[in-house]
């Protein structure tokens, strides 16, 4: 009597053992799960494709235009800052006008004398009058550049725009034009922007005058505009053994905050076809103009098929033949679900 507590206690605990092995077995049957599949495959379609070719430019303005005096002095007055806009024509800076103003007073008094020596010649009967002729000639023209030398102290507008430099000071020396010198203010027409950009050999064999492009802000968070292929430049540059050619594009709304010297991203649309037949690009291999794609069968087995690629876009190609929709591909490793 006193082993039976004893031997209730082992029975309890064995049917717990029981029990706890059987959940157990029923956990691991319950959570086993079917292998992945081996292979990532996707279906050749049929839709709307675009080729497009990238590079990287910079914004300048279409138009610019650089003042500059016709002649030397000292800066007597600057009326413009950079940021300023002005029209064709408004004054935008000043020299000091007083050693024009004494040459022209003096011109002018010469070309008189030269006038008044000429009417008296002609009142001698007989006289000969060519000495006093050339005199005058001379005297007017001497005048004449005088009093563009007045007018030439005031500096104006070339073209209308906004005033994006002023290189200098009051109270300079400003040198004339032509003296190798930059000029004293420098003007762009900001409501017309453009891009320049570099384009590899293989996009620019693709590039065209008139091509839509879509053009993105590296600084301006969310900036985009829309623009054309303008011009293409028919010669390459060479840069560490790089060669790329020139496009000039169009900004149709550029961003309030758009300016001159900001780098952009270009992608110019080379290339679009609609109802095309087309297969993710991953599923390609290329070797040279030699293409083709692994496809599997509805038995699961694969096997590898020429095909012929047309338009090539960023994620998919367009297949002009050897694919038809609805057929399955293989990707490679890693490749899109």
Same mark, same amino acid.
């Given at each position: 009597?006193?082993?039976?507590?004893?031997?209730?206690?082992?029975?309890?605990?064995?049917?717990?053992?029981?029990? !706890?092995?059987?959940?157990?077995?029923?956990?691991?049957?319950?959570?086993?799960?079917?292998?992945? !599949?081996?292979?990532?495959?996707?279906?050749?379609?049929?839709?709307?494709?675009?080729?497009?070719?990238?590079?990287?430019?910079?914004?300048?303005?279409?138009?610019?235009?650089?003042?500059?005096?016709?002649?030397?002095?000292?800066?007597?007055?600057?009326?413009?800052?950079?940021?300023?806009?002005?029209?064709?024509?408004?004054?935008?800076?000043?020299?000091?006008?007083?050693?024009?103003?004494?040459?022209?007073?003096?011109?002018?008094?010469?070309?008189?004398?030269?006038?008044?020596?000429?009417?008296?010649?002609?009142?001698?009967?007989?006289?000969?009058?060519?000495?006093?002729?050339?005199?005058?000639? /001379?005297?007017?023209?001497?005048?004449?550049?005088?009093?563009?030398?007045?007018?030439?102290?005031?500096?104006?507008?070339?073209?209308?725009?906004?005033?994006?430099?002023?290189?200098?000071?009051?109270?300079? !020396?400003?040198?004339?034009?032509?003296?190798?010198?930059?000029?004293?203010?420098?003007?762009?027409?900001?409501?017309?922007?453009?891009?320049?950009?570099?384009?590899?050999?293989?996009?620019?064999?693709?590039?065209?005058?008139?091509?839509?492009?879509?053009?993105?802000?590296?600084?301006?968070?969310?900036?985009?505009?829309?623009?054309?292929?303008?011009?293409?430049?028919?010669?390459?540059? !060479?840069?560490?053994?790089?060669?790329?050619?020139?496009?000039?594009?169009?900004?149709?709304?550029?961003?309030?905050?758009?300016?001159?010297? /900001?780098?952009?991203?270009?992608?110019?649309?080379?290339?679009?076809?609609?109802?095309?037949?087309?297969?993710?690009?991953?599923?390609?291999?290329?070797?040279?103009? /030699?293409?083709?794609?692994?496809?599997?069968?509805?038995?699961?087995?694969?096997?590898?098929?020429?095909?012929?690629?047309?338009?090539?876009?960023?994620?998919?190609?367009?297949?002009?033949?050897?694919?038809?929709?609805?057929? /399955?591909?293989?990707?490679?490793?890693?490749?899109?679900?």
């Amino acid at each position: 009597m006193r082993r039976f507590p004893a031997l209730l206690v082992n029975l309890v605990l064995a049917a717990l053992v029981i029990a !706890s092995a059987a959940w157990s077995v029923t956990l691991v049957r319950d959570t086993k799960t079917t292998p992945a !599949s081996a292979t990532t495959v996707a279906a050749v379609a049929r839709g709307t494709i675009t080729a497009t070719a990238q590079a990287d430019g910079t914004v300048h303005a279409a138009s610019t235009a650089t003042a500059a005096f016709t002649q030397p002095g000292t800066v007597a007055a600057i009326a413009v800052q950079v940021g300023d806009k002005v029209t064709k024509g408004q004054v935008l800076a000043k020299l000091d006008p007083a050693a024009a103003r004494r040459d022209l007073a003096l011109a002018e008094a010469l070309e008189k004398a030269a006038e008044d020596a000429l009417a008296l010649a002609r009142t001698v009967p007989g006289a000969d009058l060519t000495v006093a002729t050339n005199a005058v000639t /001379q005297a007017r023209m001497v005048a004449t550049n005088a009093r563009a030398a007045v007018t030439g102290t005031d500096l104006t507008a070339p073209m209308a725009g906004t005033v994006v430099a002023v290189n200098g000071t009051l109270g300079d !020396s400003a040198s004339a034009e032509g003296d190798d010198a930059p000029g004293f203010v420098e003007l762009a027409d900001l409501t017309r922007l453009r891009v320049a950009a570099n384009f590899g050999e293989a996009d620019a064999a693709r590039l065209r005058v008139g091509l839509p492009a879509t053009v993105v802000w590296s600084a301006l968070t969310g900036a985009e505009s829309t623009g054309r292929v303008l011009s293409l430049n028919p010669a390459g540059t !060479s840069a560490n053994g790089v060669v790329t050619y020139g496009a000039t594009v169009s900004l149709n709304n550029p961003p309030p905050a758009a300016r001159p010297g /900001q780098s952009v991203r270009v992608t110019v649309a080379t290339g679009t076809v609609r109802g095309a037949v087309i297969v993710d690009s991953a599923a390609v291999t290329s070797d040279g103009d /030699q293409h083709s794609v692994v496809v599997r069968n509805h038995d699961g087995t694969t096997a590898r098929r020429a095909v012929r690629v047309g338009v090539r876009g960023v994620e998919t190609y367009e297949i002009k033949s050897g694919l038809s929709v609805g057929e /399955q591909v293989v990707l490679p490793a890693g490749g899109p679900p």
